[in-house]
């Protein structure tokens, strides 16, 4: 049998194998001791320049015997072609620096979890852990797992790669060869047709947790590295990663047995709700952290922008000059790094703009997703959000930078009239809400004038069921919004002015909070009667003049609905659903100044999410799906639905002595007193006399 194979060894390029002889004593012995010192490198690492640089054994392997398959141009002229060939992966940038972070991983006892751009290899990288342990380590267990067997098989098939190709001095026997189950190290015994006592019976297991509604299936495996790829596409992740933690802590003590290794890939998401809480609260699931230096600071997974997947942007380096350390033996290894400001402009840039001329904005979404340069583009949803989650993502990025914007207040009956205090409460900061408490404060950005007419403000309202536990998901949300009626201009102003989202223990406390908001700025709301018990609260109360009828347009968008109740209006059709999300779109989308050069054309243009204060509000945009819960986004759409089938009940009394409301028309004013009462200064006026920039 041939035991050598031709093997470029990138860390000792002057090491040649040694030719099997059986019959050569003195060659023999060479030839074990060669394989006996390969293999505890495999298996160890080593150390190079004295002691200063730590090879693992998992990237010595990957590097040198591991096996893949590529995409390689062969011939001349016409007959020039990419041809898939298998061999050994190049060192990258990225090949050291996650080795680096499976050593770091294992050392302070922490899962892994690495999402990006797509192109970088995470799954390879996968592929050849799982590889490195079944080859080198008796009885060990490895598990590759996802929401679907295609999932399962991208990753195997490459496992199926390395394994069938590996180097005949580390190549199994199978007992077993079941990529849809199961792959076992082994021979039997020729005698008793049972596993010999010489095999190594290390095996890898394939697990599908079937789109998340088998959050069970690991229980009973000890791996020793379980990989769970495209957590994007996997519903429930929390819940199968919470259900298979018991499997990765055998042996006792304060580390885990286990490497977990929880991959995604931008585009990939879209049930990625929770994949997205994983990666950004890494501490609360165990994973290992890393500074989030894209996106302000604050603790995520591993991340990998698309500037530094692309292998055609990286350039060759001595392992000395990446490392910063000058030793003769790091600088006979060469590493490919990338050059991701080359990237950014000779490709990125490029086709960025390519999406963008298109027009279309599902284009440059799915340009951002699959190739993300921050970490939340890796989160973005393609199929069912279609609002403007650019502009959003941007406008909460100015909110955040102010720090909290809006007062926070608590509404009373001084016995005589509803007044307000200051509180030091906060708003809840979290979605979907998880850790923080429910129980938020009302937040105000414009304080009504007094006694606001009736007809200034509407309200939309999203209730919550009663039954609701306390640290569910769900919220109940109140939104005013504010209709402005310039009879000289024919201007109007349409704003939401507060907000009160919020899960108190005690429902009626909620109730209690929305019928005074509305009845503070004397607004006409509309509620979602798919939960009655807040309509049947006001009318109990004798404030169901607050509510508005079911509305007569209703019957427009859904011409044959039976639904017919007095106060409301229902969201169970479809149709009603996309007529409302749409309602939204147009108000985020609605250009409110441009800004034009002489020949024409449009240099900058403001559109309507500029209004928006509450960041919350904006976050559930950027992260919308339609089988989500968005309670904010739910009654933010009903106030502004009302709105628009609103025609001015009244020319308001209050323009000629409330000075905040006369403010907003003054082409001259440098600033926005109308904001100015609890609320930061959000937005100056441009020198168009522009009410939003």
Request: proline residues 4%; neutral net charge; aromatic residues 12%.
């Amino acid at each position: 049998m041939n035991f050598t194979l031709p093997t470029k060894n990138i860390w000792f390029p002057t090491q040649k194998e040694p030719f099997y002889d059986p019959q050569d004593e003195e060659g023999l012995l060479a030839f074990k001791q060669y394989w006996k010192l390969e293999k505890k490198r495999c298996m160890e690492g080593f150390f190079l320049g004295d002691n200063q640089v730590y090879v693992s054994g998992w990237l010595y392997f990957h590097t040198v015997y591991w096996k893949i398959a590529r995409y390689e141009e062969q011939g001349e002229g016409r007959r020039k072609r990419k041809v898939r060939i298998l061999d050994t992966p190049w060192l990258r940038d990225l090949d050291w620096d996650i080795g680096e972070d499976f050593v770091r991983a294992e050392d302070e006892g922490k899962f892994y979890n690495l999402v990006g751009s797509r192109d970088f290899g995470k799954s390879i990288m996968a592929a050849s852990r799982a590889g490195w342990l079944y080859t080198f380590f008796d009885n060990s267990e490895a598990i590759i797992s996802a929401g679907a067997y295609p999932y399962i098989k991208l990753a195997t098939d490459k496992i199926e790669d390395g394994l069938s190709n590996i180097h005949p001095m580390f190549k199994k026997q199978r007992l077993a060869s079941d990529w849809k189950k199961e792959v076992k190290a082994g021979w039997k015994d020729k005698q008793t047709g049972l596993p010999h006592i010489k095999s190594s019976k290390s095996h890898i297991l394939m697990v599908n947790y079937e789109a998340g509604s088998n959050t069970m299936a690991a229980n009973g495996t000890r791996p020793g590295f379980h990989l769970i790829d495209e957590e994007g596409t996997l519903p429930n992740l929390i819940g199968c990663i919470k259900d298979s933690d018991g499997c990765w802590w055998s042996g006792g003590g304060s580390k885990p047995s286990c490497l977990v290794m929880v991959t995604g890939t931008g585009g990939d998401m879209e049930v990625g709700e929770e994949a997205a809480e994983v990666f950004y609260k890494p501490a609360s699931y165990n994973m290992l952290e890393f500074e989030n230096t894209w996106e302000g600071g604050g603790k995520i997974g591993r991340f990998i922008p698309a500037t530094r997947a692309k292998l055609a942007f990286k350039e060759p380096m001595r392992l000395s000059e990446y490392l910063g350390i000058r030793h003769p033996e790091l600088d006979v290894v060469s590493i490919l790094v990338s050059n991701e400001e080359r990237a950014k402009k000779e490709w990125w840039d490029i086709e960025y703009a390519k999406a963008k001329s298109s027009g279309n904005s599902k284009t440059v979404l799915k340009f951002k997703a699959y190739w993300p340069l921050v970490p939340q583009d890796s989160f973005l949803r393609l199929q069912a959000n279609n609002f403007n989650i650019e502009a959003a993502k941007m406008q909460k990025a100015r909110l955040q930078g102010m720090g909290t914007v809006g007062t926070p207040v608590a509404l009373y009956n001084d016995g005589n009239q509803l007044k307000h205090k200051v509180v030091d409460t906060l708003p809840i900061t979290e979605f979907p809400l998880k850790t923080q408490t429910a129980d938020a404060p009302i937040m105000i950005y414009e304080f009504p004038p007094e006694n606001p007419p009736f007809g200034l403000y509407v309200a939309g309202i999203d209730p919550y069921r009663q039954d609701t536990t306390e640290y569910g998901e769900s919220l109940g949300a109140v939104y005013i919004f504010k209709l402005i009626h310039d009879i000289q201009s024919e201007k109007y102003q349409w704003m939401f002015v507060a907000s009160y989202v919020a899960r108190p223990r005690d429902i009626d406390e909620w109730h209690e909070n929305a019928r005074n908001l509305l009845k503070y700025y004397n607004a006409y709301g509309l509620c979602e009667n798919d939960e009655m018990s807040f309509i049947n609260y006001m009318i109990y109360k004798g404030d169901g003049h607050y509510l508005a009828d079911q509305p007569g347009w209703l019957k427009e968008i859904v011409p044959n609905t039976r639904v017919d109740r007095k106060k409301g209006i229902h969201r169970s059709s479809k149709q009603v659903r996309d007529y409302l999300d749409g309602v939204l779109k147009r108000y985020l989308y609605e250009v409110l100044s441009r800004t034009v050069e002489e020949k024409g054309s449009v240099l900058s243009e403001v559109i309507g999410v500029t209004r928006i204060l509450d960041p919350m509000l904006l976050e559930e945009v950027v992260r919308f799906d339609k089988e989500g819960n968005f309670d904010r986004i739910i009654a933010a759409e009903l106030a502004i639905a009302l709105a628009e089938h609103m025609t001015p009940q009244v020319r308001l009394g209050s323009l000629s002595t409330d000075q905040r409301v006369k403010d907003l028309y003054k082409k001259t004013s440098s600033n926005m007193r109308a904001f100015d009462m609890g609320v930061k200064r959000v937005y100056k006026r441009n020198k168009l006399g522009k009410l939003f920039i």
